[in-house]
Nanobody
Framework: QVQLTESGGGSVQPGGSLRLSCAAS???????MGWFRQPPGHERAGIAA???????IVADSVKGRFPVSRDNNSNTLYLEMAALTPDDTGNYLC?????????????????WGQGTQVTVST
């Protein structure tokens, strides 16, 4: 059984930074892992994902600001968030998919964490 545990969320001012972590257990190494953001009252949207080969896919809205990385030894996925704006506010969910190529489509991911809240405001 796959378990995903997110951490690192919090409240920051615009322009601030946060580092999110997602620790996976029960997940085969190299399977696709990704981050999704769900603002209040909105659908979840893909932010970034990384697959077995280390290839990453990042949403245009965060490209250049939110690099994603992964420690394959510990099966932990990271999201380094910089230059945060109020539009980045939301519940950030970690998700695990399969061994194939990663896409930022929520239906490709079978397992989900509870999420960690990020709030950006003055």
């Amino acid at each position: 059984q796959v378990q995903l545990t997110e951490s690192g969320g919090g409240s920051v001012q615009p322009g601030g930074s946060l580092r999110l972590s997602c620790a996976a257990s029960g997940l085969a190494r190299g399977y696709c892992m990704g981050w999704f953001r769900q603002p209040p009252g909105h659908e979840r949207a893909g932010i970034a994902a990384m697959g077995r080969s280390g290839k990453t896919i990042v949403a245009d809205s965060v490209k250049g600001r939110f690099p994603v990385s992964r420690d394959n030894n510990s099966n932990t996925l990271y999201l380094e968030m910089a230059a945060l704006t109020p539009d980045d506010t939301g519940n950030y969910l970690c998700a695990a998919g399969g061994p194939g190529s990663c896409r930022l489509l929520w239906w490709d991911f079978a397992d989900w964490g509870q999420g960690t809240q990020v709030t950006v405001s003055t």
